[in-house]
Every structure is written in C-alpha cells, then in structure tokens.
C-alpha cells in the first residue's frame, strides 16, 4: 500500500474513532454536518484566537468539524447579523465579546436584538492593555496623557465597538477627560490595529493583551498600563502596572469572551452544548495554557452563571454609551436599567 494510502486510511480511521465517541456518548444532540462559528473580526485578533482553541475541542466532543469563519465589518455587527439570520437549527454560532453583542442595538448597529438573543458560553476574560510603538517618545502612560491632551496621538483600534475603542472611551471617562489629542484610527480587527501600532502606521493601540502578546514579546510595542487592578505579566515580561496607578478610582470590569448560539434550535442543541462545556471547555488545560501565556484570565461559564458573571461589564458598556452621547436606542428598552448604575 502506497505511502498517501496508507494517511489516507489513517485519518478515515482516526475521524471515524472521533465520531463513534461522540456518537457513543449520551448527548441528546448528534450533530451530522459541520458546525459554523461566525467571528465577526478579522483573523489574528481576540476573538479569532480563543475561538480557534475552543473549536477543536468542541470538534472531538461533537464528532463532526466546527468550522471558524471570519466576517468583519461594522464593529462586528455584520458577522453576528449573519449569524442571527441563519437558520436556527443549531449549526451556526457566533463569538465575539458579550459586551458587543449585548450593546449592538443601543448603537443602532443592529436592531432588535439584545443578549437575551443567545446561549451564553464564556470561556476568557480579556483585558485592554495600552501600549506604544517601541520607538515612541512615550515613556510613560502619564507622558502619553499629556500627549492626548496637548498634541495628537493616533491610536489603532477595531473600531468603536471593539473592545480597543471600548477601552480608549472609558479611559476619557474614568480620567473624566475629554483628550482631544487623541484620535482613534480604526481597522477591520484587532490584529491589523495591533500590527499597525507595531509598525508605527499610528502611534497607540488600546487593544486587548491577547492581541497584544506577541508584538509585546518581540519588543515591538511597549505596553504602559493595563486596564485591570492588578499587574499582569505576558510570558516572562516584566508586570505592566494597572490603571489603577495613576487612577485610583478607575472602575474596572472583567470583558467575557465567548460562544453564542442563537435561541430558536432544538432543545437537545443547547443540552448538549451545556454538558460539553462542563465536560470538556471548563477544566480545558489547553485552554489554561491560552490563557497564561497571552495574560488572558481561564474564567469559563455557561447558561445564567455566564449571563451572571458577564452582566456588569455590559451593564457598564451600554449606559456608557448614552453617557457618551452614542446611544440611539434606550437601553431600558433590551432591560438594561441605568438608573441603577
């Protein structure tokens, strides 16, 4: 037997193992095509990273290939529109932050929808980090400032409703300062934010420390503060100092990653994906491994404890937006009280 025949039997062989286990398994659901998960950014960023760890191990418990599929555009809003219009048999997914999906309808990205729309699987917690080109004159987080205060510093982010321009907003808002000098360029994801701070097409990025962690190891960025209360350390970096130095009152909230299937399938879908999770994704030491190494936080959850632990930032998110004055629907009306705020 040739040698490309023998791979081939080998591989029939081993998917064929990988689908009896699932099948031999007592999930309600038995999955017979591939699975869709939409990333609405581009590869390389945040959401492309960890959905890309998490999806071979949903693959082996399922028996049948979860596919990621890139589709930016408009903050991530066309990608999670496609996913929502597809049908709702349980084949397509979609990832993102659960801030973004929970907050696209107050920006009038999209319409109608609120998180209420999803199953919640969380898997990580990311942070911001904010960090300069290896050649800036910026020093400091504090010499920045004075350069988004009195000249002009360009600043690379996803857009808007990336968690970067998250980031960048809710420094002005937790300095209570209007920055005028900072101006947000903004890409089709993280990644190309996070490549051109690097290359020094702009000066900044306020992405977030996954997106970051490579660059920062090569010495192509210099990270300067991170958006947490605590240090973090990427690697065996030295710790960058958290917002909290030089803002002791900064609030801070935990941005949740994850998967999101749309309401509507079958029960026995959203079953099966729940004991998966359990089984599989909430002690996944690949997973682990992700996380420590790119100063991501292995945070995952499912069902009403993911909507619980992940309420406070999109709380947050979305009652910033009408204090920003980029809220054009009400966020009482998805159930969101910021009166209580």
């Known amino acids: 037997m040739s040698m490309f025949r023998m791979a081939a039997c080998t591989a029939v062989i081993a998917l064929s193992a990988v689908a009896a286990n699932a099948q031999d398994s007592e999930y309600a659901w038995q999955p017979d095509k591939p699975i869709n998960i939409i990333v609405p950014w581009a590869a390389g960023g945040s959401t492309d990273q960890v959905t890309r760890v998490v999806a071979p191990i949903l693959e082996e418990a399922l028996g049948v290939e979860v596919v990621v599929v890139n589709q930016p555009g408009a903050s991530g809003s066309i990608g999670t529109q496609a ?3 597809a049908p709702r048999d349980g084949y397509t997914w979609t990832a993102n932050a659960i801030a973004n999906n929970a907050t696209y309808a107050i920006t009038g990205l999209l319409q109608d929808t609120s998180i209420e729309d999803y199953r919640i699987y969380l ?5 911001p980090v904010v960090s300069v080109n290896a050649d800036s004159e910026y020093q400091s987080f504090e010499e920045l400032l004075g350069g988004m205060r009195d000249g002009e510093v360009t600043v690379g982010t996803a857009g808007v409703n990336s968690s970067g321009g998250m980031a960048l907003a809710s420094i002005k808002d937790g300095l209570s300062e209007e920055l005028p000098g900072a101006r947000m360029i903004t ?3 993280g990644n190309p934010a996070v490549i051109a701070a690097a290359s020094g097409e702009v000066q900044a990025t306020t992405q977030l420390a996954v997106e970051q962690a490579e660059m920062i190891r090569a010495g192509r960025l210099r990270p300067l503060t991170v958006l947490s209360d605590t240090p973090l350390e990427i690697g ?9 130095e030089f803002a002791p009152d900064f609030h801070v909230a ?3 990653f994850g998967v999101f299937i749309p309401v509507g399938a079958p029960q026995e879908v959203y079953d099966t994906v729940d004991q998966v999770w359990q089984d599989h994704v909430m002690e996944s030491e690949a997973l682990k491994a992700y996380a420590n190494e790119n100063g991501a936080v292995f945070a995952p959850s499912y069902g009403e404890d993911a909507l619980a632990a992940a309420l406070p930032v999109v709380e947050a998110e979305a ?4 204090t920003r004055g980029e809220a054009v629907v009400d966020p009482s009306e998805i159930g969101i009280d910021c009166a209580a705020e």
Do not use: E, K, M, S
Request: glycine share 8%.
């Open 83 to 85: 996913a929502l219009d």
């Open 123 to 127: 898997h990580v917690a990311n942070v």
């Open 187 to 189: 890409y089709d994801g």
């Open 236 to 244: 065996d970096g030295d710790p960058i100092p958290p917002i909290t």
């Open 254 to 256: 935990q941005d949740f």
């Open 319 to 322: 009652c910033a937006r009408v």
